[in-house]
């Protein structure tokens, strides 16, 4: 398997774990517990970083197809190279710092290493135009 699809593998694997962060804060909170193995029809107030870990895991579900397409893309194609590689590799690893910045509140951090995923994906779509 070329690092293209493992960067991929990982980072589906990235994107289902984030939740888990938000999950153990919840059992941690009074009632958290309850409420999180319950209907969920009440609001339950949660720490703001339970809601940046949300909003980080959403920010992953919608950068996870683009970068799925462009990797696939480049795999079936036989356009997978060094230059894929290295952008599968910046674009799951500034995801992970993505996640990581977000949950603690760093706004313009969080945003520079947005861009610098973004960057990893132009560099697999560079080879394929």
């Given at each position: 398997m070329?690092i293209d699809?493992?960067?991929?593998e ?5 994107c289902v774990s984030?939740?888990?962060i ?6 941690r909170l009074?009632?958290g517990?309850?409420w999180?193995l ?14 940046r870990?949300?909003?980080a895991h ?7 197809a683009?970068f ?7 795999h079936?194609t ?6 894929t ?10 995801r992970i710092a993505?996640?990581a ?7 313009v951090?969080?945003t520079?290493?947005f861009f610098?995923a ?10 394929l135009?």
């Amino acid at each position: 398997m070329t690092i293209d699809l493992w960067m991929l593998e990982l980072s589906a694997l990235w994107c289902v774990s984030i939740p888990m962060i938000s999950v153990a804060g919840l059992m941690r909170l009074p009632g958290g517990q309850a409420w999180g193995l319950g209907n969920r029809d009440t609001p339950f107030a949660v720490p703001a970083w339970i809601e940046r870990t949300r909003r980080a895991h959403n920010n992953m579900v919608e950068n996870l197809a683009p970068f799925a397409v462009l990797i696939l893309v480049a795999h079936v194609t036989g356009k997978a190279n060094a230059t894929t590689a290295l952008g599968a590799q910046i674009f799951f690893a500034a995801r992970i710092a993505h996640t990581a910045v977000y949950v603690a509140g760093v706004p313009v951090v969080r945003t520079l290493v947005f861009f610098v995923a973004t960057a990893g994906e132009l560099m697999i779509l560079a080879q394929l135009l």
